[in-house]
């Protein structure tokens, strides 16, 4: 089989899409045909991450596929079954933080980028009926970190103003589709003009340029709870932004990771931060029960096919897309 991997060289120089043995199947595991993969920006950090001296690894943790044989101890699947992999395995019931032994698909074992991967049969979902294999494929990771953030930790309610700095994001688009749904305003910012034009179309209140001065073009607003994701070029703009008691959920930090607050205004607005990571398979479960209801669809910006991968992967890299960006095995 083809398949994306990770060897020889550290950093995104060190990809390759070439021919790779195919796994073997236990009994109480499915083979999934592989027909779309989706990228996520963790794709990009394994690439630092994975020794290459520890062998090949092929990257990935979100795709659909259709299910092409199962173990003679699997009871759920069928061949035939469209599925979606789950994008994290170890993290059944719903928790404060995820259990020891957690593991996000894609490193340090196999990830999805391949035209085959075997799962056990817990680690896989029905694919969405009203979403095609190409849309479901970037659906799971993104949209479970939206979810949990969003309703998990955010506790966002329908009176609720959140804000979503960094509207390009493959998560953030989830989150406003999601945010919209229960009927809660939503403040975006993005450094470019198209992509406030595309949050507008899809629902968003106010999009303002994420270099303007927030609190003059939010004068009239009252932020309740904001969604952090962009991280040092942005996060104490956020501080300064949420109302009193309001709520700062962060879960990335796309530009530095490390960020210097003032304790002091932090503890007279008697605001609250709160850290937020993918999610566990009971809101996973929930969370596409949730799309299902609303017909929401992930907003796919563009798809490559797989023997163009690193268009893919430099497309991404510089924050290009309005969305996720999926890729054809
Ligand atoms: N903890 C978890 O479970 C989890 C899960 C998924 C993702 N993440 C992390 O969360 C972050 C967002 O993920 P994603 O995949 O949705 O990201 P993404 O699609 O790459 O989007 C990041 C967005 O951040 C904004 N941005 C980038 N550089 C910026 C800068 N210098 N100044 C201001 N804004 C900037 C851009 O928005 P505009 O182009 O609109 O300005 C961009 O679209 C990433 O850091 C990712 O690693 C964490």
Redesign the pocket.
Known sequence: MRAIVHEKKSGLEGLNYREIEEPNMEDYQVKVSIKYVG????DL?VTTRHDPKDGPLIIGSDASGVIQEVGTKVQKWNVGDEVIIHPGTGWDENSDAPPEGFQ?TGFPDHGTFSDYMVVNENDLSKKPKHLSLEEASVLA??G??AY??LFTRGSLKAEDTVML?????????FMLKYAKSVGSRVV?????QH??EQAKELGADIAIA??SDWNEELKNENVDLLIE???K??FNKSLGIIRKGGTIVT?????EDIVEIDIRKFFYGQFNLLG????SNEELAEMISFIETHNIKPELDRTYDASNFQDAINY?KD??????IAIKM
Do not use: Y
């Open positions: 990228l996520n920006r963790r950090a996000i990771l993104a479970l970190t949990r953030a700095p960094g509207i390009g994001s493959g998560v953030l688009t975006v910012t993005s450094r470019h992509k406030l994420t270099e994701s962009v991280g070029a942005t879960f990335g930090a796309t530009t937020s990571t993918m999610g991404f924050s290009d897309q309005f969305g996720k």
